[in-house]
Structures are given as C-alpha cells and as structure tokens.
C-alpha cells in the first residue's frame, strides 16, 4: 500500500518539530513526511528526521506550495502550525497577523487539485475566548480581546467557510521539552525553572487561568485525527478544545515547578495581572471544557503535575 502524504507547514517551530519528530517515531511508518519553513532550514531537524522534505514557502505570498505539488504531491493531510502566535507582535502590527495566521494561501493551494481530499488540522488557539467565565466549550460564542485571538477567530471562519475537511484544535499554552533544533522563544516551565533557582523572588500572576497543554498529548491527537482520516475518509468537519485538564494560573504552575524542584515558595510572589502593562489586552479566565476532546479521541490528556515532572526530567537537575 502506498504511503500517505502528510505536510506540516511550519515544521520548523516548536510544536512542528514535536509533531515530525512523532510521525517520523512510528515504526515502518505508513506515512511520508515533508514540511515547510520560513527561513533557513533547520539542519539538525533535518539531520534527525532524515526522510523528511523540507520546503521554503511564503505564507502570505503562497510562494513555494507549487513546488510542493510537483515534487511531494497532493498531501492527504496538511497540519498547519504556522502562526504569529505572541500577541504583542499582532497588536503592534495587524496587518501581518492577519496575513500570516489566516491561511488563505494555503486554503487556496489546496483548492486547487482537482479531489478535495485533503485533511487541514489547523491550530487555534484559548485566545478566540473572551475570558470572562471558566471551562469554555466550542459552541460558546468568540470574543477575542486581542488582535491574535481576532486573526484566529478569522482564520477559524475562512477554514470553516472554505475547506472540505477541516479540524479546528483549540490550543491552550503548550508545554514539553525543548526541540531538536531549539527555538529562540523562551519555554514557559523551563522559563520558571530557570528563574526559579537563581533564588530571586519573582512576580506570578494569580488572576490568569489556562488549561496548559503537554506537547506530546497535541501530537497525539494531530496523529488520532491523522489515523481516523485515513482508515474512515468519512467527511470531518471538528471543532475541538486542546487544553490540558487542568485550570491554572502563572502563580500554580510555579508553584508546581517549585515542588517538582524542591524550591521554596517564598520565591513565588503572587501579584495581579491588571498591575503590568503588557501592550496587549490579555483575557483572565480562558480555561476550556475538554469533555469533547476526550469522548471523540479516547484520549487523556496528562495532568499539569506530571506534564511539569516529565519536563524537568527530560532535561535533568538545574
């Protein structure tokens, strides 16, 4: 049987490296893989998952993608992980927010083989909640406070509204190890650890609440849904809550870092998000109902807790 084509377009970020690096995990693998990447291509990623394909393609232009189409094919599956994803860079610049984190260069690629029968499992994102109640669900209304979580209500919309086959995942914070090829972004727990034991006392917000995410249970589901497209190719249209199952704020998951550590708590100084001046409304309460998830996938995704142990752990004693 022939392989089936998957094309993660913004392999070279984090959660694409995590999701190249699981695809390309499993054994006498039923897939081929290829990615795409803004800038330079990432060598050591490269060299790890040697059976990859990268490509150069420009998201707003859509410059690259008919490379992709002569020499990879029409993809069966197409994760899309490319955004502009720190909403201080949107609020200051809309316009490429916009441009990027709605996909319409490649919505339209896609709507160009002559069989829609391609899957598009595109990350969104908490931040299209308003972030006035706890546990949203998917059928609750979309009022972003920002301009990322805007572009992301847009993207949903044009997806929605201009694809076949879609599967919209909903991704609270992310949290795992650190890439194969590091990226420049700071990681939140290692963040915290590593502030942490310098000893400093250091502000966490107590008034925020998310529902973080263990990188592995995202490429996990990505590969659920992946698996269910290919065996079934019933028609998918989904929706779907991608967060952890628990509902913390920045002050509890340093409190959790500091048990995992044997850190003292006294380092932890609980302040109000409302007294920094981030540059960019932030919503205080989008933690996410992942009842949904869990009942489509049969899945359970990993407690806070054990996703911050497993973390520290993967990356040894500071």
Same mark, same amino acid.
């Given at each position: 049987?022939?392989?089936? +084509? ?11 490296? &995590? ?21 330079? $291509?990432? &060598? ?9 394909? /990268?490509? &150069?393609?420009?998201?707003? %232009? ?6 992709? %189409?002569? !020499? ?5 599956? #197409? ?7 720190? @909403? ?7 316009? /490429? ?5 709605? @996909? %319409? ?6 709507? !160009? ?29 979309? #009022? @972003? ?18 694809? $076949?086959?879609?599967?919209?995942? +909903? ?9 194969? *090829? ?5 990681? @939140? ?29 995202? #490429? ?10 290919? /065996? ?25 870092? /500091?048990? #995992? +550590? ?11 998000? *409302? *007294? ?32 911050? +142990? ?6 040894? %004693?500071?």
């Amino acid at each position: 049987m022939s392989k089936k +084509r998957v094309l993660v377009v913004g392999g070279s970020g984090y959660l694409g490296q &995590h999701l190249l690096q699981g695809f390309s995990e499993i054994q006498c693998s039923p897939f081929d893989l290829a990615f795409t990447h803004h800038s330079t $291509p990432p &060598h050591p990623l490269i060299s790890a998952i040697p059976h990859s394909r /990268a490509f &150069h393609v420009n998201l707003q %232009s859509g410059e690259g993608f008919q490379t992709i %189409s002569h !020499s990879f094919g029409q993809p069966h599956v #197409v994760v899309n992980c490319a955004a502009i994803s720190v @909403p201080r860079s949107c609020e200051m610049d809309p316009a /490429a927010a916009m441009s990027i984190n709605v @996909p %319409s260069s490649l919505v339209k690629w896609l709507s !160009s083989f002559d069989e829609s029968n391609t899957l598009l499992i595109h990350l969104s994102t908490d931040q299209v909640y308003e972030g006035v109640k706890s546990f949203y669900k998917e059928e609750d209304e979309t #009022v @972003p406070v920002n301009v990322y979580g805007k572009s992301k209500v847009a993207a949903e919309q044009f997806i929605s509204t201009n694809c $076949p086959n879609y599967a919209i995942l +909903r991704s609270s914070i992310i949290i795992g190890p650190q890439t194969i *090829s590091p990226v420049p972004k700071s990681l @939140p727990i290692q963040w915290i650890d590593g502030v942490l034991s310098k000893g400093d006392k250091t502000d966490f917000f107590y008034d925020e609440f998310r529902c973080p995410v263990y990188v592995k249970d995202v #490429v996990f589901i990505i590969l659920a849904l992946t698996n269910r497209w290919i /065996a079934e190719g019933k028609q998918m249209q989904l929706i779907l809550n991608a967060g952890g199952p628990d509902r913390v704020s920045r002050a509890q998951m340093a409190e959790a870092v /500091a048990d #995992v +550590r044997g850190y003292s708590t006294t380092l932890i100084k609980p302040v109000s998000a *409302s *007294s920094v001046d981030r540059g960019v409304n932030s919503p205080a309460d989008i933690s996410m109902d992942i009842t949904k998830l869990i009942q489509t996938l049969d899945t359970s995704p990993t407690s806070f807790k054990e996703a911050v +142990r497993l973390i520290l752990e993967s990356q040894g %004693s500071s």
